[in-house]
């Protein structure tokens, strides 16, 4: 509301408050301005107007205030959950990378492994050649001894050269298969290396996605501090504009102050003669010293009013300042010891600082004894505590764990779309405590609003666990190790298919043209849909 509408409804309200009690009215339409509204007025009916006035002024600032309190909250939550997010996704993260090494070692320690065999089988090939060849030198040597022979033993000769055929038929026939069994061991391996190679770039890819994802979040929290600091300046700049005015107020009185002083003296020199002019100056000094203390004392309470119904503050600290003020009012008309202003402040700020410690202290210790009826409304996740009550069940394949990040994604978006609903304030820890405002009822939008929230982001974290559940009592007796022990290159293929089979479908891992991850549901099989395929 502008300046000259609060101070019209100053009017309006005065109306009410003369017409209840029967007295003189001023019309006040929309289309009058505001002098013309208070051109009737008499100076009594000017100050008791100016206090309806401000009294809706102090209606109006403590109206903004609960609003901007409620924007605040709203605003902190939001940051709260984008945090939480991102520390799940760097958990998620960091967990991938272990997978990956641990993959990546046994790769290497198998391809050690068929390497040393592969050199034992060539080293039995050479002790077999070197075999062979010193058996030709001695059948040889034999054909050598048999020729000088060969009149007494030709037929012997004949025998011996169909045996030495078929050993050499039977060597040559052997050789060659074992030439057969060394080529298809290379291909084996090289097969295992490409399907290694593959895997590590789809790991590669994966990671690439994770990071475009954080970046994202990086960006989109940045924007909501932005958003933080301009609240911050528009609080800046209407505290200054309350200080403006109260400066303001202050000079208006003590304008007036002056003029009704002037007045008096005024008065007082033209009813009195010379002779009596100097037996009537004490009187006059009296009447205009508590004149001037009374409205002294009235501006400070005023003033000190207003700031303290500004801050809200309790009940204690006013009734303070009412007899703090009130008193020392009276002992200065009485010509007792009486407090300055800066004494008189400093004494209500101890007073108020005092009852703040009060009221902090009795809070911690409600707080210490367990008294906390709000914590009942959140009934502990049962099936959290079973998936993690036993670590050794857990899998750590990497089909699993993809479809966990992808519920992760899904819930991050929800909270995200949820994050720039307008209606209703976020839950905080402070609301889950019974207060007298949130035991009456109220309008129940706001409240239906966060309830619905809560329970949607619940629902969502209660689904990625059931799943994960799920998963652990599919194998409840493998551990991470046997897994990895069971792990080949030639199963690699099978078991991600029937892992993708069983698990549900994840959400694409390509990058749209403005830059954000896809939304979309990846075909099944694959890590892209249909668009990005």
């Known amino acids: 509301m502008a300046e000259e509408e609060v101070a019209k409804l100053g009017v309006s309200l005065f109306n009410c408050q003369a017409s209840a009690e029967g007295r003189r009215t001023y019309p006040c339409t929309a289309g009058m301005s505001l002098a013309a509204c208070t051109a009737g007025m ?9 206090i309806v006035s401000n009294r809706a002024r102090a209606v109006c600032y403590a109206t903004r205030q609960l609003q901007f309190r409620r924007r605040t909250e709203q605003t902190v939550n939001a940051l709260v959950s984008t945090a939480a997010g991102q520390l799940e996704a760097m958990r998620l993260l ?3 990378q272990e997978e990956l090494k641990e993959l990546t070692e046994e790769s290497l320690q198998r391809v050690v492994r068929s390497q040393h065999e592969l050199l034992a089988e060539q080293e039995r090939l050479q002790g077999g050649q070197e075999q062979m060849a010193s058996s030709l030198r001695g059948n040889l040597e034999q054909l050598a001894q048999e020729e000088a022979l060969i009149a007494s033993g030709q037929q012997q000769v004949a025998q011996l050269i169909e045996g030495i055929t078929r050993k ?10 074992q030439d057969v069994e060394l080529q298809e061991g290379h291909q ?5 290396l490409s399907r290694v190679q593959s895997r590590t770039q789809q790991v590669y890819a994966k990671i690439e996605s994770d990071l475009a994802l954080i970046q994202s979040y990086q960006s989109q929290t940045g924007l909501y501090y932005e958003e933080l600091m301009g609240k911050l300046q528009r609080v800046n700049r209407s505290l200054g504009q309350v200080l403006g005015a109260v400066e303001h107020l202050q000079s208006s009185v003590e304008s007036r102050l002056q003029h009704i002083q002037s007045v008096i003296a005024w008065t007082g020199d033209a009813g009195l003669n010379p002779a009596g002019l100097h037996a009537g100056q004490p009187q006059l000094g009296v009447s205009l010293g508590a004149i001037s203390t009374c409205t002294l004392h009235a ?26 003020v009130a008193a020392n009012a009276l002992s200065e008309l009485q010509r007792a010891a009486s407090l300055g202003f800066p004494a008189l402040t400093a004494l209500l700020v101890l007073v108020i600082t005092g009852h703040w410690l009060l009221t902090s202290v009795c809070h911690g210790a409600w707080r210490v004894q367990g008294q906390k009826p709000g914590l009942a409304l959140l009934p502990p996740p049962q099936r959290a505590v079973g998936a993690r009550a036993d670590p050794s069940s857990r899998r750590t394949s990497t089909p699993d764990r993809e479809c966990e990040t992808s519920l992760l994604k899904e819930e991050l978006h929800q909270l995200e779309d949820m994050s720039y609903l307008p209606d209703g304030p976020y839950l905080e820890p402070d609301s889950l405590r019974p207060s007298p405002s949130s035991a009456a009822p109220g309008p129940g939008l706001g409240h ?7 329970s949607l982001a619940r629902s969502t974290w209660h689904e990625v666990l059931e799943r994960r559940a799920t998963s652990d009592k599919r194998h409840p007796g493998l551990s991470p190790a046997s897994l990895l022990r069971c792990y080949s290159p030639n199963q690699t293929l099978a078991s991600d298919m029937s892992t993708s089979l069983l698990s549900p479908r994840s959400l694409c891992q390509g990058v749209t043209r403005a830059g954000q991850p896809c939304r979309k549901k990846a075909v099944p ?9």
């Open 42 to 50: 008499d100076p009594d009916t000017w100050n008791a107007y100016h």
């Open 168 to 177: 050499m038929e039977n060597m040559s026939i052997h050789l060659g298969e």
């Open 299 to 324: 501006a400070y309470f005023l003033l000190a009013a207003l700031l303290l119904a500004f801050l809200q503050t309790p009940g204690l600290p006013r009734a303070a300042l009412l007899v703090l």
């Open 448 to 454: 239906a609003t966060s309830l619905r929230r809560i």
């Open 94 to 96: 960091k967990d991938g």
């Open 188 to 192: 084996v391996i090289l097969a295992d």
């Open 525 to 533: 099989g694959q890590d892209f849909c249909h668009v990005h395929a």
